[in-house]
């Protein structure tokens, strides 16, 4: 990964400096280059299907930050059938797959935040990302509130890139089922 990614320190470093709305707009491009990059690809992803056999849940398989948390690129493996729950990040975001494909689902508020622990959430769409598709960018707190699923029969591979950490927030957590919502801490 490291010589891989050697030539885009600098434009990591430039995206983390940029508001969340300029970031998500430079990180998309920089991850669908990323998932084009065949070294990349061999080196670091295709070892990964081979190691994600037998795994029951999705993971975080290679993490890699910048100076001062400014940002961290995140690879995650979705074995068939694996998910998160519906939640969002406390930084700007970014994801494209580069194995396979995973659904996402979007989420919006139909409630003002007023009240404290209490989310009611609608479905706002869904998509199918894969290789070819692009990125799919997430706004700090309730512009990127989503789940990520991977539907399909074979092991899928996502690549992230996420902005700055904010005071040891790492984002929330919903249950729509009880219209509820929480802090999820950096863990
Ligand atoms: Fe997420």
Redesign the pocket.
């Known amino acids: 990964m490291k010589t891989t990614l050697a030539p885009n320190t600098n434009e990591l470093r430039k995206i983390s400096e940029l508001s969340a709305e300029g970031a998500v707009w430079q990180a998309a491009p920089f991850l669908a280059r990323l998932v084009e990059d065949a070294a990349f690809v061999e080196d670091e992803i295709l070892p990964l299907l081979e190691e994600a056999q037998g795994a029951k849940n999705w993971y975080v398989a290679r993490r890699y930050g910048g100076e001062d948390g400014a940002h961290s690129l995140q690879v995650c493996v979705w074995p068939p059938g694996t998910g ?1 729950e519906i ?1 969002d ?1 406390a930084s700007w ?1 970014a994801f494209a797959c580069v194995a396979g494909w995973v659904l996402e689902e979007r989420y919006e508020r139909l409630d003002d935040g007023s009240r404290p622990d209490h989310a009611r959430l609608r479905r706002a769409w869904q998509l199918e990302w894969s290789p070819e598709h692009g990125a799919s960018t ?1 706004l700090p707190g309730d512009g990127g509130i ?1 789940r ?1 699923a991977n539907r399909g029969d074979a092991v899928a591979v996502s690549v992230h890139l996420y902005g700055p950490k904010t005071g040891g927030v790492d984002g929330r957590d919903y249950d729509p089922s009880r219209d509820h919502v929480c802090d999820r801490l950096e863990g």
């Open positions: 998160t939640h990040h975001g997430l989503h990520v």
